[in-house]
């Protein structure tokens, strides 16, 4: 077995390989040093309070430890884990609200018309931080986690792409809808 310092010294990917070959509890306790952190202030977003997101943050390691093997390293472990974590606060989100939000479908017309500068990017910035936060609690969890992932964690198209498991032009697409629903809320909330 390696030294401690050596295993604290492994990549992510080759920390999950060493886990899922052995089955290690010790091994995925510095897994969940590394991102504890992390996965809980994500659960937070989503959370009424600490203690419901401590509890979810929980909830996603217990998966995590169960689910390790179908990480298959066609992105860096972290976007995985950051749309697992994303994934399980979504469904825990409506499951508990009741609601099922049908998929939207990405019309190719639409996804002609955005710029790459995306116009409405004055709007969706100048928002006030005490007005957001309201707003993005009013919208779909579906489009909090998509805007999250862009803005908050600064995820690339790309890295978006291969934590969701749809294409570039969906990608790109979601955000505008989900920015401009944004948009439209807080200013319908500017009481």
Known sequence: MKTLDNINKLSDEDLVEAIVKTNNTLLFEILYDRYAGLVYNKCYGFAKDEHEAKDLTQDVFLKLFVKLASFKGKSKFST????????????????????????????????????????????????????????????????????????????????????????????????????????????????
Not at 90 to 112: G, H, M, P, W
Not at 179 to 184: A, E, Q, S
Request: proline share 1%.
């Open 80 to 191: 995985w884990l950051y749309s697992f974590t994303y994934n399980h606060c979504v469904n825990y989100v409506t499951r508990n609200t009741a609601k099922k939000f049908e998929k939207q479908s990405v019309d190719y017309k639409d996804i002609e018309n955005l710029s790459e500068d995306e116009e409405n990017d004055d709007s969706f910035l100048s928002m006030k931080v005490d007005k957001l936060k309201v707003a993005l609690e009013l919208i779909s969890p579906e489009e909090k986690m998509i805007l999250l992932m862009k803005y908050q964690d600064f995820l690339t198209i790309k890295e978006i792409e291969e934590a969701l498991g749809i294409g570039q032009s969906a990608v790109k697409m979601r955000i505008k809808r989900a920015k401009d629903k944004l948009v439209t809320v807080y200013n319908e909330n500017q009481n």
